[in-house]
């Protein structure tokens, strides 16, 4: 019933810059958090951004001042960005899109995860 769908994943040279999107669609009441996580290759997943419903920012140290996290205007409020620059191959990961919302007022709070797109930082 909820769908996240992300975008915006690829190949870039170190320095570069790339912009993630992830719309959440489907049965949503109310979205507590929406977030960004990601994936290398054997390395635990772990909290790149996020984002509460009250607008609080939380970024993991390895990306403060490089990455940018925001919720989509009026029209758009079930969208999460990451914008990513100065990318170093480091950043290379699986990005996942994660959220946290009510598909009903009278439902829990639920988790849930996108497909992931990957992000290759390379010369």
């Known amino acids: 019933q909820v769908q996240l769908v992300e975008s915006g994943g690829g190949l870039v040279q170190p320095g570069g810059s790339l912009r993630l999107s992830c719309a959440a669609s489907?049965?949503?009441?109310?979205?507590?958090?929406m977030g960004w996580y990601r994936q290398a290759p054997g390395k635990e997943r772990e909290l790149v951004a996020g984002?509460?419903?009250?607008?609080?920012?939380?970024?993991a140290d390895s990306v403060k001042g490089r990455f940018t996290i925001s919720r989509g205007n009026d029209k758009n409020t079930d969208t999460v960005y990451l914008a990513m620059n100065s990318l170093k191959p480091e950043d290379t990961a699986v990005y996942y899109c994660n959220a946290d919302l009510a598909s009903s007022r009278y439902s829990d709070s639920k988790n849930y995860w996108g497909q992931g797109t990957q992000v290759t930082v390379s010369s």
């Open positions: 489907g049965s949503i009441f109310s979205i507590n958090f």
């Open positions: 984002v509460t419903s009250g607008g609080r920012t939380n970024y």
